[in-house]
């Protein structure tokens, strides 16, 4: 009896469920966009001088197909200029880095010494 009631009170809740959705899903209106298979090919350059900050520094490249070279310049903090000239025929980086002019360091000046005096006394509490 107990089993009847069981299988009785499972059938209710499965009639209570509503219908499914009987209309299919509209079909996607993007289409990805077809690219032609043509190897990159470009050529960029630029520079940033700016003698208020004393910023200078540059970069310029060049691909073709799987054929990547250039290289950037950059003026160091120490006086020096770095050149990083990279290649890449597509089967890895090959970078060379160059220095131009000798570091400069400033001398170092320690910083004058004050004499330190004992903190005051607090002040006086009155009851």
Do not use: I
Not at 38 to 59: I, L, R
């Amino acid at each position: 009896m107990a089993m009847c009631c069981v299988l009785v009170a499972a059938g209710g809740a499965l009639a209570d469920r509503p219908p499914p959705y009987g209309y299919p899903a509209p079909p996607p209106t993007y289409h990805q966009p077809q690219y032609p298979e043509v190897p990159p090919k470009y050529t960029y350059n630029y520079a940033v001088v700016d003698d208020y900050s004393g910023t200078n520094f540059g970069h310029t490249e060049a691909r073709d197909g799987y054929k990547t070279e250039g290289s950037y310049t950059v003026d160091l903090p120490d006086g020096r200029k770095q050149t990083v000239t990279y290649v890449d025929n597509g089967d890895g980086l090959v970078a060379e880095v160059t220095y131009e002019g000798e570091a400069q360091y400033p001398e170092y000046k320690p910083e004058p010494k004050y004499p330190s005096y004992p903190a005051p006394p607090p002040p006086p509490q009155y009851a």
